[in-house]
């Protein structure tokens, strides 16, 4: 569903990430994982097209992004790792909003109920976005991202500021989607989310992967067998930190 | 577009809406927006189903008409290259990348919408809101510098040249020149997104084409003063000169348009409004070969809007972040008043004294900066006064003392606005303190007053010291300007709990257009019998007593008020 092949981007000299390649089939969720400033963020947007990358090829569900960019959009959902959304809309606007630029108001008006219902904004649905918590903002985010029949969901640090019932009900949700077919890709820095929720993971750092695969496969690699995925990572950053310490770029590009 | 519509529309209905929401706020609208209505809408309206017959001409009145034109459109042209120029200027450049919001970047674009359209509708719509503004500007400075001409016009029975429709050429030739404006503008900001040094460059071609207007323009000028004819006559020569008439058809086109009901139709009018139209369509065919850097473009100026937004929202916090990361870069020092940190306030002081400490600590460097420009600007000038005003050296100076002081009063007002508006982020810690409400507010306002009372008393100890016949006078005005200060300092304070959310177009327009009338109205008991006691010529003690008195009674009266609207401040309201 999602393919990155020898990504690279820059900003101001800086390679934020750094010839990335990596796959997503359908039917499986994958971790994208590393510390700040390791290129997750600049990742997640150049396969939604919202970055230009210097070079590499994004393809989603076949579609290039550069060229196809609509065709592949239209099969993608987005999570913000900040919802921001637009404050002076209400809710039920804001989500009719996105259904809208889906093309897709038919699934908004069947499904808008259930939503409302699943990520407890049905008391708010006339309220404007400027009047909810930082959580609840964080649940409306994550509602917009289901007004459309995606088949490739980019989370980045979808669970930051939801509470628990809400983080659960996400990870159904994603756990769903996996299992009709789509493709999830998560960017978080929650390593115990990652270890129970992902399929695989791939572990980036400094703009590049430093390793890839599932659970078992990364604790084969770093010699760690029966030990958690936070201790997994934490080896493996720290080794490749001591290995080449490179720049590090802590605020992250955030782009 | 229909989503893009739908987006624009329920934001400004919901701001609208909001704004109704609350009572005080939807008089305050009203009033804005009625104001508006009443001063343009009017305008235009009583052209169309007014009376058409101008008043008549005064008989002893003797004007040439077309002398009276020329002046105001070359009032106009001089308007609008203003507007030109400031297009490009670097803060107004960098600010047309604020049309891009963080929210666009989550839910806007990630969207299967044509990238192209979605760019072009931002830029166009939110643009369109900035362009309004300016031209009201335009219109107001028009009005104030223009006021004689526009007099005489209309004193003077001049047929009207074009029917009623002819109006709306200035909106349109206004509008295909802010647009074209806009696309080239944005058109550079992309291309210096790669390539920052590229805004030198056109700031360079800019200030050379300005600077060669402005020599042409003097030389005109000069010619007309050195055969002892009138140097407006000049310029108006000069601006008719076939040559800079060609080169500032793209300016000479809104201006002949905005006379066009006496001037008729000009060539400018048709040639510029084509110059305006091909800049448009050029720029937008220049921005189509940029389609994908759009998205990346306008990503990075949202973030950088959401820093200057969160920095204006507060200001206070932005510069104590600045100031730290440079005190800890070891670039400044922070300005260390012992006496301060070793006073131990209690109850309401307590704030008093952390507002000081924080203030003295991230600004105190600038406020010993200002003590000292200030006190040589004023020192100097009223030693000038001294040395070279000769006999009428005593009024002379009470004057300049009186101008300068305004002037410090009336920056320091405007600036500690940021400082009222800082409030806002303390709410949350002060509130829950068993503090009363009124003696909180007074604190708030307090430290600016004291900062400016430093400021000002080595002033006034300099000019006792230089006219020292004048003593009484300089008390006069120092207590004078500290009293005013209170009541205007609280009156802006009210209107902050009121519009806290600066990210509300609604709440926005508030505060920006009611400050200055709120400052009016705050200190006007105390202007009244100011007024009063001079024209009555009352003894200066009494004038001081009464003046300070009427302040007092506005303090405890905006006291309340601002106490009031403390307490039951909602942020979310």
Known sequence: MLEVKNLIKSFKGFRAVDDVSFRVEAGEIVGLLGPNGAGKTTTVKCICGILNPDSGIIHVGGYDIQSQDREAKQLMAFIPEMPNPYELLTVREHIQFVAMCYDTLPVFEEHIETLLNRYELKSKENALVATLSKGMKQKLAVACAFVHNAKLFLCDEPMMGIDPKGQHELKTELQLMRDEGAAVLVSTHQLDTAERLCDRVIIMQSGRIRAEG?????????????????????????????????????????? | MKPLWFLTTRVLVNSLKRAFGNPLRAILTLLVLGFFFLTFAGNVLSMFFGDSKPPPMPANMMLDPRLIVDKLIGLMTLLHLALVAAAFFPSTAKSYAGFFLEPDVNYLFPTPLKRFKVFRFLVLARGMFGSLMLMLLIVFYYAVFGRRSLMQLSALNIEPQVGPWGLMTYPLIYSLMTMGLLFVSVNIGIR?????????????????????????MAFFGLQ??????????????????PVLYALLIPLRAPADAAMIVYNGWSAAVVLGAVFWLGVLVAANRALKTQDVWLYEYAGASAQKRARAVSAQQNPLQAMMDR??????????????????????????????????????????????????????????????????????????????????????????????????MDILKRMDFQKPMPLPASHVVLIEVLPTILTLALLLIPLTLISIALFPQNAGLWLYLLFIELSFMLPISLGLLILVLMNPDQTDYTQRLLLGVLMFPIIFLCGAPGLILLGLSFYFKVPLVINAILVLGANAMATVFLTTVAANRYESFNPLD
Do not use: C
Request: glycine share 12%.
């Open chain 2, 192 to 216: 210096a997104y790669h390539n920052p040094a590229l805004w030198k460059r056109v700031w360079l071609v800019l200030g050379v084409g300005l600077g060669g207007v402005a020599v042409a």
């Open chain 1, 214 to 255: 599932t659970l078992e496969e990364l604790q084969a690699q770093s010699a760690m067998t029966g030990r958690t995925l936070e201790e997994v990572f934490l080896r493996m950053t720290e080794e490749a930190e001591r290995e080449a310490p490179m720049v590090s770029n802590d605020s992250g590009t955030g782009q």
């Open chain 2, 323 to 420: 100031v730290a990361e440079d005190a800890q870069k070891g670039k400044i020092k922070t300005l260390r008043v012992p006496f301060l940190e070793r006073w131990r306030p209690t109850g309401v002081w307590a704030l008093f004294w952390r507002d000081l400490l924080i203030g003295w600590r991230l600004g105190g460097m600038t406020n010993l900066i200002m003590l000292t420009v200030i006190l040589l600007l004023g020192a100097g000038a009223l030693m000038a006064v001294k040395i070279w005003g000769g006999q009428k050296a005593d009024k002379l100076v009470v004057v300049v003392a009186g101008l300068s002081q305004y002037i410090i009063a009336l920056l320091f007002i405007v600036g500690s606005l940021y400082g009222i």
């Open chain 2, 224 to 241: 007309a003063a050195q055969k002892g004819e009138s140097v407006v006559d000049g310029l108006i020569a000069g601006m008719n000169h």
